[in-house]
Each structure stands twice: as C-alpha cells, then as structure tokens.
C-alpha cells in the first residue's frame, strides 16, 4: 500500500519511479529504528526492544544529560566538579531538545552551544592546541574565578541574486576573542567555531560499517564527478588508527570519544577516558581549583551516558503526501546533492540492540570529508581533515528545526538562517549543486526546500 502510495505521488507530480527518486520519500528513516510518534517529544523516544536494565541505564544517562553539574565542593558529590572554566553546565543547554544549539544572537552575548575550537601550529607543521588555553575556549567560570576571556562575532552581510532576479542576502561571521584572561593566544592559533549538532540517530551511524564508508570515498575524484569524498583518519593513544565518523570534521570514532571530549573540554568533567581535564599548564588557577574527586564522572555514568544517545530513536518523515515534497526529492536528485548527502545506508549487526542492527537507514550523509570552499572554510586542520574541508552532516530530522530549536541555525557556525541560506553557502565540491538551486525558478526551490523539510 505504500509502494503504491509512492507510486501514485511520483506520477501525478511527473517524477518518473525509475529515477532513483523513490527512496528519497522513504517515512522510517531509522528503518526499525525510526521514532512511533509525531510529537515535539519525538526526538526523545527511545528504540523499541530494550531490556529493562538498558531501559534504566539509558534513563540514567538521560538524567545526566538533562542535569547540571555543579562546582566543587559540593553535597552533590554524582555531578560536581564544573569547570573551573567551562561552555556549559549541561549537555542539554547545547543541544537544544537533543537537536542542534544556536548561536549567539544578540550582541555581547556569549556562545554556550557554539564552541570556538583552538590548534596551534608548530615550527614542524604539525598542529596541536594553544599553549595557553588549550583545545577549546572556555568564556564562562564558576564562582570565584574569571573565564578565559570573551568572544566577539560580527557579521558582513554578503548579497547576490537568484537566476529570475530575486536577491537574496548572507552573513559573513567573524570571531575574535577579547578580554584574555591568561594573555594573548600563540600568533599561530586557528580558531574553529563548532555549534552543537543533533544527537539523533547517532547509534545507527556508529552501526554503520567501516567498509561502507570507504566504499563511498572518492580522494582522486576518479570519476571526475568533481566530488570526492574523504575518510578522516584518526590515530588514538595506543596509535591504532581509526575511522572518523563524528563531529564537524569527523574527528571523533565513536560516541564515547564524542562524549567524553565534550565532558572534558566544555564542562571541565574529568573522567578514566580523559582524566586530564581542560585546565592547561599556564593556567595555574584553573589546575589548583577544588575538584568532586580525581575522576568526576564514574566509567559507569559515561556508560549510561554513551547508551542514551545509542538508544535514540530517528523521528518519521512529515509531509510525503504533498506533490511538492516529491517534486523536491527529485530536484534534490537531479542537483546532485544526492552525491554527498548520500539518501541511503545500511547498518551491520548489533548484537546488544537489535533495533539498530542490520537497518536500511535514510541519513543523507556520507560520513565523509568534503571540501566545501573558502566561504565556508576555518583554515584550521583537523587530523587529516583541511581548512576547508567538513563532514557531511546528516539531514535527517532536519523539518524538525523549528519546532524544537531557539530558531533556525545551519552549518557549522549557525551563520545559516533558513535552509536556503545554507544552500548558497555550499562552495567547493558543491558549488555546481549550488549553481543549479540558483538556476531553479521560485517554485522549484520552494519544493526542494519543501522536501528538506520533510525530513
């Protein structure tokens, strides 16, 4: 009945079946994974088929996502040690409903879901963080001590015009850091604003195996599509070497590094994983502050934690019943976004979560690096990842947006207002995707934008 549902929708619009089109309009985007509700709760169901000791763990990470920590000494001895410098108190105030963060909007406001990541660098070439304040810049401290400074961001408006004439208008942000609490940063640091993304999903793209993601990769663009399509690799403590898969810049492996670097780096919550901690050698304050103990997160919190966002269910596509949806997918198709923002992947074997093993998915990504021009670009490498080269995020969940988030904030920076400004940002090996939306009339780029929110 759906097939044929599809079916019918793809004629009486003029998109043809066979044109690959189809699966763009699939509704469970998380194969069995995918949320039962059409809710503003949505983003938080839970997968189906937990047991009653992963259901209770998951709550537990879910409490600790939602809770903050508090400075130390404290009665609350589970969830103190904050900071001393810190981004925020609680995961949850960077992702906002468990979507994405927003960037600052009002002047001197400082980012709590946009974090300004730091790497210096060296006389070798190499690159490592700042000497002085470290991986990521912390603007906020608790009680009794002074943040490492303040960040500034203004905005250039840039202007140009679609095919038919309409014009449309961008912002070009820029970031300093004012006020430095330690002195000024190394001349050779480069700054890297990165806002919170979604973490929906995120255990069916860790499920997602290895093999499929090379599989996908295109360095020598061989094809000469003018796509590419890099793997970031990523060489961990014990040197074993590891596949990128999360993050702006894919510089993360797996959910557990992703949450215990942002643990660590923007609350200042030292855990087995990463005992040291964001204080750095000059900051001699920061290293003599009081702690909740010598690890402040217990190895069976970052667990629950871990198995919370694993557990996650994906929301159900909107809106598949209207012609301009399906007009849009095949637009999407035709434009080539398809290319990068790949409709369809399929996951491997789970043995502890079944509903996550061996889905056929519809993330919109590749889990690749791609480089996506000087617009975009931050100048600041990321292990293998360049200055201009980011990871296609995932779309799905994307129509969600405004129902959850403090506003509309796209790409890496939040500089995006609205989907269509997201789309002209698009340069590099985009920039032909790009091209054809600016070519489209107003009515097809009403529909593409029409299917993105379906997502």
Known sequence: MVAGLFAGMLAATGVAASNGVAPLLAPDSGGAATASGDAREVLAEYLAGLSEAQYRTARRGEAFFNTSFVPSPSRAQVRDGLGPLFNS???????????????PTDPGQQPVALVLQLSTRSADGSWGMDPIYGANFNPFAVEGFEPEGRVVIERTPLRGRYADGTEWVVDQPAYRLEDLRYGALHPATAISPRLAQPIIGMGLLQAVPEETILALADPDDRDGDGISGRANWLHGKDGEKRLGRFGWKSNQP???????AALSQEQGITSSHDPAGNCTAAQRDCRAAPIGAELEIED????ALVLFQRVLAVPPRRNLDRPAVARGAALFRQADCAACHV???ETAAVADLPALSEQRIHAYTDLLLHDMGPGLADGRPDHQATGSEWRTPPLWGLGRTPDIARGEFYLHDGRARTLEEAVLWHGGE???ARARFIALPPADRAALI?????L
């Open 343 to 345: 409709p369809t992947l």
């Open 300 to 303: 069976a919190d970052v667990d």
């Open 450 to 454: 029409a299917f993105l929110r379906s």
């Open 89 to 103: 108190g609680a995961c949850r105030s960077c992702h906002n409903s468990l979507g994405r963060g927003s960037p």
């Open 430 to 432: 985009a920039a032909a």
């Open 254 to 260: 797996d959910i557990l590094a992703q949450t215990v």
